[in-house]
């Protein structure tokens, strides 16, 4: 299996079976990335975003140095990307309505549970909205998309401890919005 540097030097060079395998590997990724800027109710979005960042990435690549990973490369265009879009559609509504609490599956028992838990994440999610743009970003990228301190940090474009403190002020600022409103914070 050929790394990333290998594939890309081949894409360079014209061959689209590399590039082919190129997008294989980092469209799930890329996705994900986008769909945790942009919220799970915007997926069509997401989707574009990252046909867009695919897009991007064909005409680009022979400007692409190899001074970055490449995985960095994709991501931070996919990161900005969806941050743009984000900006563009902020006041626009989500595609699915409350509705949707009401058909979701839990493994919590009980509805009053299930409706307290719907009730928290609502909270927390508008909280959340309510945060920097890169705090919400930090707060996605670690939490959601599992990406480690290193590589948020180099998807932010900040260094290490700056990304730290970004999840930790953002961690303290949810705390306090949610003891405001009521709920305890474990």
Excluded at 21 to 28: D, G, I, M, T
Aim: charged residues 25%.
């Amino acid at each position: 299996m050929e790394n990333d540097s290998q594939l890309v030097a081949r894409a360079q060079s014209g061959d689209q079976q590399a590039f082919a395998e190129l997008v294989n590997r980092y469209s799930a990724l890329v996705f994900r990335l986008a769909v945790s800027i942009l919220g799970r109710e915007f997926i069509p979005e997401a989707e574009d975003v990252a046909q867009e960042v695919f897009l991007k990435v064909h005409y680009a690549l022979e400007s692409f140095r190899g001074e970055a990973e490449f995985s960095s490369w994709i991501y931070r265009i996919a990161f900005n990307q969806a941050v743009n879009l984000k900006a563009r559609v902020r006041f626009r509504s989500p595609h699915a309505d409350d509705t949707v609490l009401d058909w979701a599956v839990s493994l919590e028992p009980g509805p009053h549970r299930q409706a307290e838990t719907a009730q928290r994440d609502q909270a927390l999610a508008g909280c959340i909205q309510t945060l920097p743009e890169v705090y919400q970003s930090a707060l996605r990228l670690y939490y959601w998309l599992g990406a480690g301190m290193d590589e948020v940090a180099a998807l932010l474009g900040v260094p290490e401890n700056t990304a730290k403190s970004y999840l930790h002020r953002a961690r303290q600022l949810l705390h306090g919005m949610l003891k405001e409103k009521g709920y305890a914070c474990d």
